[in-house]
């Protein structure tokens, strides 16, 4: 569990070879590219990559494909991007221009057909058409002072009003007809017809190439990459000069290629006023620790990797809050129906070992509470002997989690500790974790009677208070030191709430196991009231009730397994947020045929 270093490379070569450097860069793909062009964000625009997967959606969902064209020496994958999405564009300008003349007829219909006179012949006096209710109609002798009713029908009266100006004291907005008259639109409604059906002729021809384009997508995607980073490269007519960022260990690979293609090479670490992107390593089977860190934040380069910590914590929060090995074995039997499927996909056989981890701890500290799916076996029973824990008894509950919560906060101030060189950096947290873990003991004092533990808790919360108030800031003048100091110490509340904030662990295991027993008495109760058919509705209750419970469980498990990781632990841990390394490389195999 680490960030990995990065350096900082530099290609400069000659104008001519940097499409050739971008290409076998792509295929390298170990370097994110920094912009050097003015104007240019530091992340490729991925916009352009979208071209090829619209092209492919847009010959997909045509319901008559073509027979398909196998032999590949007859295909083009730029040309057949470049004319489908035209034809997609055209259709869909067509028929945007159809539904306008559709509605523009329809609304003309009331006034007949006819032909506007020119400005001149009309001594540049305006038509203006209003569509007004039969009780407004009042309103129009008062605002317009030369006007016509052309029509009438059950709810309004079709008027036309003359002037040189729009009339502003209309009671209704008015009806625009444009200049063009109503035949004129019908014809022209014709032509967009036919034009909309050529190019669905034309979009039925293209299917043909459906099979081969779709190979081609990673294709098709890389290209317009690599012509959207084209542009973050400085570049002028006789010389061009790339810089990025890789991973420490793939230099001597860069400086190999480098010397081959004769371009010039040079690697340096990261600088003070360096932000180098972030990649995170760790092994397999704690990768899934990755994306919930990502969920919420990337940790900066300069911090700690918490995939591990991260992983294994929302593990035991989400199983203590679902609290029931009935229903972690439910996930289990789900994660094995679909054990199969999720290898298909990178994301999927990431997740794998993160899902059956959640299942196993489900189904081990439900069996530590003794609930399987509400049901508390008898004590002399096998399963009987693995119920040590009481989620009823609130006192041993709260101070569980009061206990996982200290440790959980004090483990992100030691690991923020760790990663400063200087020893009095490291200060500040260490104090921290004395002002927690002496806090945590002074309450344990007065209901545990254990010698010294008091003085001890004073002295250890004291000793904490001092190395946060002369080390927060240690840089700084005596008097700025202290301020800074007494600053840090108003976080002692924060402190305080953030530790109290893991009850929430017992109140929601609590809650899923006290719904998970009345749903059994209620389906007992009915089953008793009514037999024979009170079984069928007891097997309802029993089926929806502990499906309703299962997802609320999930839900909880994980807003809150995320929550206690995410906000009480990176408050403490991570303060720092950085970017994520996003390497210029090549698609990986797509799942779209899949």
């Not at 407004?136 to 029908?153: G, L, N, Q």
């Given at each position: 569990m680490s960030i990995v270093k990065m350096h900082k490379v530099t290609f400069i070569g000659m104008a001519a070879d940097r499409d050739h450097l971008l290409a076998d860069l792509q295929k390298i793909g170990c370097v994110q590219i920094i912009p050097l062009a003015?104007?240019?964000?530091?992340?490729?625009?991925?916009?352009?990559?979208?071209?090829?997967?619209?092209?492919?959606?847009?010959?997909?969902?045509?319901?008559?494909?073509?027979?398909?064209?196998?032999?590949?020496?007859?295909?083009?994958?730029?040309?057949?991007?470049?004319?489908?999405?035209?034809?997609?564009?055209?259709?869909?300008?067509?028929k945007e221009e159809?539904?306008?003349?559709?509605?523009?007829?329809?609304?003309?219909?009331?006034?007949?057909?006819?032909?506007?006179?020119?400005?001149?012949?009309?001594?540049?006096?305006?038509?203006?058409?209003?569509?007004?209710?039969?009780?407004?109609?009042?309103?129009?002798?008062?605002?317009?002072?030369?006007?016509?009713?052309?029509?009438?029908?059950?709810r309004f009266c079709y008027v036309i009003v003359v002037n040189e100006e729009e009339p502003s004291a209309m009671p209704v907005p008015r009806v625009h007809l444009g200049y063009k008259t109503r035949h004129q639109l019908e014809a022209r409604l014709d032509d967009v017809e036919l034009a909309i059906e050529d190019a669905h002729a034309e979009r039925a021809y293209l299917t043909r190439w459906h099979d081969l384009f779709s190979r081609d997508l990673n294709f098709l995607e890389d290209r317009a990459v690599r012509q959207s980073t084209a542009a973050q490269v400085y570049s002028n007519d006789t010389a061009f000069a790339l810089q990025g960022w890789a991973p420490t260990e793939r230099l001597p690979e860069l400086e190999d290629y480098s010397k081959q293609q004769a371009f010039y090479f040079e690697s340096a670490a990261p600088a003070q006023e360096d932000n180098p992107p972030t990649l995170m390593r760790n092994p397999s089977w704690l990768s899934a620790g990755e994306d919930l860190v990502t969920f919420y934040m990337t940790p900066g380069y300069q911090t700690w990797d918490p995939s591990g910590i991260v992983f294994v914590s929302f593990v035991i929060f989400f199983a203590m809050i679902l609290a029931d090995a009935g229903y972690?074995?439910?996930?289990?039997?789900?994660?094995?129906?679909?054990?199969?499927?999720?290898?298909?996909?990178?994301?999927?056989?990431?997740?794998?070992?993160?899902?059956?981890?959640?299942?196993?701890?489900?189904?081990?500290?439900?069996?530590?509470?003794?609930?399987?799916?509400?049901?508390?076996?008898?004590?002399?029973?096998?399963?009987?002997?693995?119920?040590?824990?009481?989620?009823?008894?609130?006192?041993?509950?709260m101070l569980i989690s009061v206990v996982i919560g200290v440790f959980h906060i004090a483990l992100a101030n030691i690991m923020n500790a760790h990663r400063y060189q200087h020893w009095q950096d490291r200060l500040p947290s260490i104090g921290w974790i004395g002002v927690i873990c002496g806090g945590f003991a002074l309450a344990l004092s007065g209901s545990i009677t254990l010698p010294g533990l008091h003085t001890s808790s004073i002295a250890l919360m004291a000793a904490g208070a001092l190395l946060i108030l002369w080390f927060t800031a240690p840089g700084e003048k005596p008097l700025i030191r202290l301020l800074h100091g007494l600053e840090g110490l108003t976080r002692l509340s924060g402190a305080l709430g953030d530790v109290l904030s893991y009850l929430r662990l017992f109140a929601l295991g609590l809650g899923s196991a006290s719904l998970a027993i009345e749903f059994n008495r209620m389906a007992?109760?009915?089953?008793?009231?009514?037999?024979?058919?009170?079984?069928?509705?007891?097997?309802?209750?029993?089926?929806?009730?502990?499906?309703?419970?299962?997802?609320?469980?999930?839900?909880?498990?994980?807003?809150?397994?995320?929550?206690?990781?995410?906000i009480e632990f990176f408050n403490w841990g991570l303060k720092e947020e950085g970017t994520l390394y996003k390497p210029f490389k090549q698609a990986e195999d797509n799942l779209w045929n899949r």
């Open positions: 003015a104007g240019n964000s530091a992340i490729p625009d991925t916009a352009a990559t979208a071209g090829a997967r619209e092209a492919l959606k847009f010959l997909r969902t045509f319901p008559r494909r073509r027979r398909q064209v196998l032999n590949k020496e007859q295909f083009d994958a730029v040309e057949v991007e470049r004319r489908t999405l035209e034809v997609r564009n055209r259709l869909h300008n067509l159809r539904d306008f003349l559709i509605k523009r007829i329809q609304d003309m219909l009331p006034w007949g057909d006819f032909k506007l006179p020119p400005l001149e012949e009309m001594g540049n006096l305006r038509l203006w058409f209003y569509v007004v209710p039969h009780k407004d109609m009042p309103k129009i002798r008062t605002s317009a002072p030369v006007w016509e009713i052309i029509r009438r029908d059950g972690g074995a439910v996930l289990g039997l789900i994660l094995m129906l679909s054990w199969r499927k999720m290898g298909r996909s990178s994301s999927g056989r990431r997740f794998r070992p993160f899902l059956l981890s959640v299942a196993a701890a489900s189904v081990g500290i439900g069996a530590l509470f003794g609930s399987y799916f509400g049901v508390i076996p008898p004590e002399d029973s096998l399963l009987g002997r693995f119920h040590v824990l009481e989620i009823s008894d609130t006192n041993r509950m007992a109760s009915v089953n008793e009231s009514y037999p024979g058919i009170g079984l069928l509705f007891a097997l309802l209750i029993l089926v929806l009730g502990h499906g309703i419970n299962l997802a609320l469980g999930i839900t909880s498990g994980v807003i809150h397994g995320l929550r206690l990781n995410v």
